[in-house]
């Protein structure tokens, strides 16, 4: 891995950590290379405080550290990408990144579908929702549903109609989401248990 530190007047590269999981951006440091070194060497990102002139180890005063994971440098060689395993919050401030953001797991599209089901789960007595609906009834009523998708989209997995295969499993996949809220669980809790069997 070739890094230019000479690009700078003063040898520093930007830094940008990233959480290994979450793939959230944390925050941005500066390294030189001694910095990059006593990482490498401690597994804890350390980076050069600009305004302390001097090696600074992310946790060192708190014990948030930032556990090492892994270190890529970009195309033009003057800036790293670091993954870490965080260990508490990361800003100085408290809070989970230095943009005063949750460090949580996003699922795009998925996330913000989830949103909507709570919102809908949260106001069960309004009468245009299809989802509050649902909820109205029961569980028994989501959970029958999901079946009953489970079913047809297995149908379709046999026919070679690949249009009616995916709205099925669209419509398996939602039902499922509306099942794990009525649960008390989100997919979130899913992923983690998927990933503890990996």
Not at 44 to 61: A, H, I, M, Y
Request: some cysteine; charged content about 25%.
């Amino acid at each position: 891995m070739k890094i230019d530190f000479t690009k700078n007047p003063d040898n520093l590269v930007p830094v940008i950590i990233q959480d290994a999981t979450t793939k959230n951006v944390l925050m941005l440091g500066y390294m030189n290379q001694e910095a990059l070194e006593v990482t490498r060497k401690t597994q804890k990102v350390t980076f050069f405080s600009r305004t302390k002139q001097r090696l600074w180890t992310k946790g060192e005063e708190s014990g948030n550290f930032l556990e090492l994971v892994g270190i890529k440098v970009d195309c033009d060689n003057d800036t790293l990408l670091i993954s870490v395993n965080p260990v508490g919050p990361t800003c100085h401030k408290g809070t989970d990144t230095c943009w005063a953001e949750e460090n949580v797991q996003g699922y795009g599209f998925l996330s913000t579908l989830e949103e909507i089901i709570a919102s809908r789960k949260n106001d069960p007595e309004n009468p245009d929702s299809y989802v509050a609906s649902l909820f109205r009834k029961g569980i028994n009523k989501i959970a029958q549903k999901v079946g009953e998708e489970a079913v047809e989209t297995v149908i379709e997995a046999k026919d070679n109609d690949d249009n009616l295969f995916l709205n099925e499993s669209a419509d398996l996949l939602f039902h499922y989401l509306i099942l794990l809220q009525a649960k008390g669980y989100h997919l979130d809790d899913i992923a983690q248990l998927l990933q503890k069997r990996h």
